[in-house]
Protein backbone atom coordinates (compact mmCIF):
# COMPACT_ATOMS: atom_id res chain seq x y z
CA UNK A 1 0.00 0.00 0.00
CA UNK A 2 1.34 3.14 -1.09
CA UNK A 3 0.47 6.96 -1.10
CA UNK A 4 -1.40 7.69 -4.30
CA UNK A 5 0.58 11.24 -4.38
CA UNK A 6 3.94 9.34 -3.77
CA UNK A 7 6.05 6.88 -4.87
CA UNK A 8 7.21 4.65 -2.17
CA UNK A 9 10.51 2.44 -2.60
CA UNK A 10 9.93 -1.02 -1.01
CA UNK A 11 13.35 -1.33 0.40
CA UNK A 12 -1.05 -12.71 13.33
CA UNK A 13 -7.03 -20.80 25.44
CA UNK A 14 -7.07 -22.74 27.75
CA UNK A 15 -11.41 -23.24 27.40
CA UNK A 16 -12.63 -20.99 30.48
CA UNK A 17 -12.77 -21.97 33.64
CA UNK A 18 -16.24 -22.52 34.36
CA UNK A 19 -17.48 -20.80 37.45
CA UNK A 20 -16.52 -22.77 40.44
CA UNK A 21 -20.12 -25.01 42.22
CA UNK A 22 -20.07 -23.60 45.81
CA UNK A 23 -19.34 -26.54 47.85
CA UNK A 24 -22.14 -28.02 49.48
CA UNK A 25 -21.80 -28.79 53.24
CA UNK A 26 -23.27 -32.55 53.08
CA UNK A 27 -25.03 -34.93 51.04
CA UNK A 28 -28.57 -33.51 51.80
CA UNK A 29 -29.86 -31.86 48.71
CA UNK A 30 -30.52 -28.86 48.50
CA UNK A 31 -33.99 -28.44 48.51
CA UNK A 32 -34.70 -30.71 51.17
CA UNK A 33 -32.45 -28.57 53.10
CA UNK A 34 -34.27 -25.67 52.66
CA UNK A 35 -37.76 -27.55 54.47
CA UNK A 36 -38.48 -26.88 58.09
CA UNK A 37 -36.43 -28.83 60.19
CA UNK A 38 -39.06 -30.96 61.37
CA UNK A 39 -40.07 -32.32 57.66
CA UNK A 40 -36.88 -32.80 56.23
CA UNK A 41 -36.78 -36.61 56.16
CA UNK A 42 -40.21 -38.70 56.39
CA UNK A 43 -40.29 -39.95 59.90
CA UNK A 44 -41.47 -43.64 60.95
CA UNK A 45 -43.16 -42.09 64.21
CA UNK A 46 -46.37 -42.30 62.71
CA UNK A 47 -46.24 -45.96 62.05
CA UNK A 48 -45.29 -46.45 65.66
CA UNK A 49 -47.81 -44.60 67.50
CA UNK A 50 -50.52 -46.20 65.45
CA UNK A 51 -49.08 -49.90 66.41
CA UNK A 52 -48.87 -48.62 70.37
CA UNK A 53 -52.55 -47.81 70.51
CA UNK A 54 -53.86 -50.71 68.72
CA UNK A 55 -57.37 -51.57 66.21
CA UNK A 56 -58.67 -49.19 64.28
CA UNK A 57 -56.25 -46.26 65.53
CA UNK A 58 -53.00 -47.88 64.24
CA UNK A 59 -54.90 -48.12 60.91
CA UNK A 60 -55.73 -44.84 61.39
CA UNK A 61 -51.71 -43.48 62.21
CA UNK A 62 -50.68 -45.52 59.42
CA UNK A 63 -52.58 -43.71 56.90
CA UNK A 64 -51.79 -40.54 58.13
CA UNK A 65 -48.28 -41.40 58.07
CA UNK A 66 -48.15 -42.74 54.29
CA UNK A 67 -50.27 -39.53 53.54
CA UNK A 68 -47.60 -37.16 55.50
CA UNK A 69 -44.71 -39.39 53.85
CA UNK A 70 -45.56 -39.08 50.15
CA UNK A 71 -46.68 -35.80 50.62
CA UNK A 72 -42.91 -34.95 51.81
CA UNK A 73 -41.70 -37.20 49.08
CA UNK A 74 -43.64 -35.07 46.59
CA UNK A 75 -42.92 -31.72 47.62
CA UNK A 76 -39.12 -32.75 47.55
CA UNK A 77 -38.90 -34.32 44.14
CA UNK A 78 -40.78 -31.15 42.77
CA UNK A 79 -38.09 -29.11 44.18
CA UNK A 80 -34.85 -31.15 43.09
CA UNK A 81 -35.17 -32.98 46.86
CA UNK A 82 -34.47 -36.33 47.56
CA UNK A 83 -36.68 -38.15 44.36
CA UNK A 84 -34.22 -36.02 42.32
CA UNK A 85 -30.93 -35.06 43.74
CA UNK A 86 -29.42 -31.95 41.98
CA UNK A 87 -25.54 -30.13 42.78
CA UNK A 88 -26.35 -26.65 44.56
CA UNK A 89 -26.46 -23.58 41.80
CA UNK A 90 -23.21 -21.94 41.16
CA UNK A 91 -22.94 -18.91 43.82
CA UNK A 92 -23.87 -15.87 42.13
CA UNK A 93 -20.64 -14.09 44.02
CA UNK A 94 -18.46 -16.37 42.33
CA UNK A 95 -19.84 -16.43 39.17
CA UNK A 96 -19.71 -12.58 38.86
CA UNK A 97 -16.42 -12.59 40.48
CA UNK A 98 -15.26 -14.82 37.97
CA UNK A 99 -12.66 -13.39 34.93
CA UNK A 100 -13.59 -16.29 32.55
CA UNK A 101 -17.37 -16.00 33.15
CA UNK A 102 -17.02 -11.91 32.86
CA UNK A 103 -14.76 -12.64 29.52
CA UNK A 104 -16.74 -15.41 28.07
CA UNK A 105 -18.32 -15.42 24.87
CA UNK A 106 -17.03 -11.82 24.10
CA UNK A 107 -14.37 -11.17 21.17
CA UNK A 108 -10.98 -9.85 22.14
CA UNK A 109 -10.34 -6.53 19.91
CA UNK A 110 -8.70 -7.55 16.82
CA UNK A 111 -5.68 -4.69 17.59
CA UNK A 112 -6.38 -2.56 13.94
CA UNK A 113 -5.03 0.87 14.31
CA UNK A 114 -6.40 3.50 11.93
CA UNK A 115 -8.33 0.95 10.04
CA UNK A 116 -4.67 -1.15 9.41
CA UNK A 117 -4.25 -4.48 10.92
CA UNK A 118 -0.79 -5.32 12.54
CA UNK A 119 1.83 -7.66 10.91
CA UNK A 120 5.50 -8.63 11.85
CA UNK A 121 8.27 -7.78 9.43
CA UNK A 122 9.17 -11.20 7.14
CA UNK A 123 12.23 -12.67 8.30
CA UNK A 124 15.40 -11.33 6.16
CA UNK A 125 16.82 -15.50 5.22
CA UNK A 126 13.11 -15.72 3.61
CA UNK A 127 13.16 -12.88 1.34
CA UNK A 128 13.93 -13.09 -2.68
CA UNK A 129 14.64 -10.24 -5.36
CA UNK A 130 11.84 -10.33 -7.90
CA UNK A 131 14.10 -7.06 -9.74
CA UNK A 132 17.57 -8.21 -11.39
CA UNK A 133 18.91 -5.16 -9.15
CA UNK A 134 17.36 -6.84 -5.69
CA UNK A 135 15.81 -4.11 -4.67
CA UNK A 136 12.33 -5.52 -4.23
CA UNK A 137 11.85 -8.63 -2.81
CA UNK A 138 8.67 -10.61 -1.56
CA UNK A 139 9.48 -13.92 0.84
CA UNK A 140 10.21 -16.83 -1.28
CA UNK A 141 7.05 -18.04 -2.41
CA UNK A 142 5.34 -15.18 -3.39
CA UNK A 143 8.62 -14.35 -4.85
CA UNK A 144 8.06 -17.58 -7.14
CA UNK A 145 4.22 -17.17 -8.18
CA UNK A 146 5.22 -13.65 -8.98
CA UNK A 147 7.96 -14.08 -11.11
CA UNK A 148 5.89 -16.62 -13.11
CA UNK A 149 2.61 -14.70 -13.05
CA UNK A 150 4.84 -11.89 -14.85
CA UNK A 151 5.93 -14.02 -17.08
CA UNK A 152 2.83 -14.91 -18.26
CA UNK A 153 1.85 -11.90 -17.93
CA UNK A 154 4.40 -10.94 -20.91
CA UNK A 155 3.45 -13.59 -22.92
CA UNK A 156 0.32 -11.83 -23.51
CA UNK A 157 1.77 -8.50 -24.54
CA UNK A 158 1.45 -7.36 -20.82
CA UNK A 159 4.00 -5.40 -18.52
CA UNK A 160 3.75 -6.24 -14.63
CA UNK A 161 6.06 -3.91 -13.11
CA UNK A 162 6.74 -3.91 -9.34
CA UNK A 163 6.68 -0.92 -7.28
CA UNK A 164 6.75 -1.89 -4.09
CA UNK A 165 7.53 -5.33 -2.10
CA UNK A 166 8.84 -5.87 1.26
CA UNK A 167 9.36 -2.98 3.71
CA UNK A 168 11.16 -2.61 7.03
CA UNK A 169 9.32 -0.92 9.79
CA UNK A 170 12.11 1.82 9.54
CA UNK A 171 10.62 2.65 5.62
CA UNK A 172 7.03 2.79 7.12
CA UNK A 173 7.83 4.92 9.86
CA UNK A 174 9.44 7.50 7.51
CA UNK A 175 6.38 7.17 5.11
CA UNK A 176 3.58 7.70 7.72
CA UNK A 177 5.20 10.08 9.80
CA UNK A 178 7.97 12.24 8.11
CA UNK A 179 5.10 12.83 5.03
CA UNK A 180 2.42 13.14 7.35
CA UNK A 181 4.73 16.51 8.70
CA UNK A 182 5.33 17.55 5.35
CA UNK A 183 1.87 17.23 4.22
CA UNK A 184 0.20 18.77 7.09
CA UNK A 185 -1.87 15.48 7.19
CA UNK A 186 -3.85 14.18 10.52
CA UNK A 187 -3.21 10.59 11.21
CA UNK A 188 -6.44 9.09 10.04
CA UNK A 189 -5.70 11.22 6.71
CA UNK A 190 -2.24 9.89 6.19
CA UNK A 191 -3.77 6.12 7.51
CA UNK A 192 -6.42 5.99 4.36
CA UNK A 193 -3.42 5.40 2.37
CA UNK A 194 -0.50 4.99 4.14
CA UNK A 195 -0.16 2.38 7.10
CA UNK A 196 1.41 3.26 10.11
CA UNK A 197 4.54 1.63 10.92
CA UNK A 198 4.23 -1.98 12.33
CA UNK A 199 0.72 -2.04 10.69
CA UNK A 200 1.43 -2.44 6.90
CA UNK A 201 1.48 -5.71 4.72
CA UNK A 202 4.51 -4.75 3.23
CA UNK A 203 5.80 -5.66 6.58
CA UNK A 204 4.97 -9.27 5.45
CA UNK A 205 6.95 -10.00 2.40
CA UNK A 206 3.16 -11.03 0.66
CA UNK A 207 2.20 -7.71 -0.78
CA UNK A 208 3.49 -5.86 -4.07
CA UNK A 209 2.31 -2.73 -5.59
CA UNK A 210 2.50 -3.22 -9.53
CA UNK A 211 2.73 -1.14 -12.67
CA UNK A 212 1.87 -1.13 -15.92
CA UNK A 213 5.47 -1.49 -18.03
CA UNK A 214 3.00 0.21 -21.32
CA UNK A 215 1.19 2.91 -19.29
CA UNK A 216 3.65 4.62 -16.01
CA UNK A 217 1.84 7.29 -15.92
CA UNK A 218 -0.46 5.51 -13.96
CA UNK A 219 1.39 3.88 -11.38
CA UNK A 220 0.28 4.19 -7.77
CA UNK A 221 -2.93 6.09 -9.06
CA UNK A 222 -6.81 4.95 -9.11
CA UNK A 223 -6.16 5.23 -13.04
CA UNK A 224 -4.24 2.51 -13.07
CA UNK A 225 -7.25 0.10 -13.06
CA UNK A 226 -7.54 1.38 -16.56
CA UNK A 227 -4.53 -0.38 -17.60
CA UNK A 228 -4.33 -3.85 -19.95
CA UNK A 229 -2.22 -4.65 -16.72
CA UNK A 230 -4.62 -4.54 -14.53
CA UNK A 231 -7.12 -5.94 -16.44
CA UNK A 232 -5.00 -8.96 -16.88
CA UNK A 233 -4.52 -9.16 -13.24
CA UNK A 234 -8.42 -9.00 -12.75
CA UNK A 235 -8.54 -11.95 -14.84
CA UNK A 236 -5.29 -14.23 -14.14
CA UNK A 237 -3.75 -12.89 -10.68
CA UNK A 238 -5.72 -15.93 -9.02
CA UNK A 239 -4.60 -18.28 -10.80
CA UNK A 240 -0.82 -17.16 -8.83
CA UNK A 241 -2.99 -16.97 -5.51
CA UNK A 242 -2.51 -13.29 -5.25
CA UNK A 243 -5.53 -10.95 -4.74
CA UNK A 244 -6.55 -7.31 -4.71
CA UNK A 245 -6.00 -6.13 -0.48
CA UNK A 246 -8.01 -2.82 -0.65
CA UNK A 247 -10.69 -3.07 -3.30
CA UNK A 248 -13.24 -0.07 -3.43
CA UNK A 249 -14.92 0.50 -0.08
CA UNK A 250 -13.44 -2.11 1.60
CA UNK A 251 -14.39 -2.36 5.68
CA UNK A 252 -11.14 -1.18 6.54
CA UNK A 253 -11.85 2.17 5.23
CA UNK A 254 -8.67 2.24 3.48
CA UNK A 255 -8.57 4.20 -0.40
CA UNK A 256 -8.76 1.93 -3.29
CA UNK A 257 -5.53 0.90 -4.54
CA UNK A 258 -6.05 -1.01 -7.74
CA UNK A 259 -2.21 -1.46 -7.68
CA UNK A 260 -2.09 -3.41 -3.99
CA UNK A 261 -1.97 -6.67 -4.36
CA UNK A 262 -0.70 -9.73 -1.69
CA UNK A 263 0.11 -13.20 -1.91
CA UNK A 264 -1.84 -16.32 -0.11
CA UNK A 265 -0.96 -18.71 -1.74
CA UNK A 266 0.22 -20.93 1.25
CA UNK A 267 -1.18 -21.66 5.34
CA UNK A 268 1.28 -18.75 6.50
CA UNK A 269 0.30 -16.02 4.44
CA UNK A 270 -3.02 -17.17 4.50
CA UNK A 271 -3.06 -17.23 8.43
CA UNK A 272 -1.17 -13.45 7.97
CA UNK A 273 -4.01 -11.84 6.89
CA UNK A 274 -7.25 -13.47 7.51
CA UNK A 275 -6.51 -14.06 11.09
CA UNK A 276 -5.77 -10.71 11.31
CA UNK A 277 -8.84 -8.98 11.08
CA UNK A 278 -10.80 -11.94 12.70
CA UNK A 279 -11.82 -11.51 16.45
CA UNK A 280 -10.60 -14.12 18.54
CA UNK A 281 -13.45 -15.73 21.10
Do not use: C
Not at 38 to 50: F, R
Not at 150 to 162: D, F, S, W, Y
Not at 256 to 266: I, L
Amino acid sequence: MIDADRSETSSPHATPTPPMVADIDDDIPEALRELPANLATPSPNWLKIGIIAGGSGALLALIAGMIVSLSIRSTASSQGGAESPVASPPNSSTVNSSPASASAGSPIPDGSLLGHYPYQEAPPEELEAIVPDGSIKLRRAAAAKYRAMAEAAAAEGVILVPISGFRSLEDQRHLFFDIKAERGQNASKRAEVSAPPGYSEHHTGYAVDIGDGNAPSTNLNVSFESTAAFQWLQRNASYYSFELSFPPNNPQGISYEPWHWRFVGDINSLETFYKARSPKQ
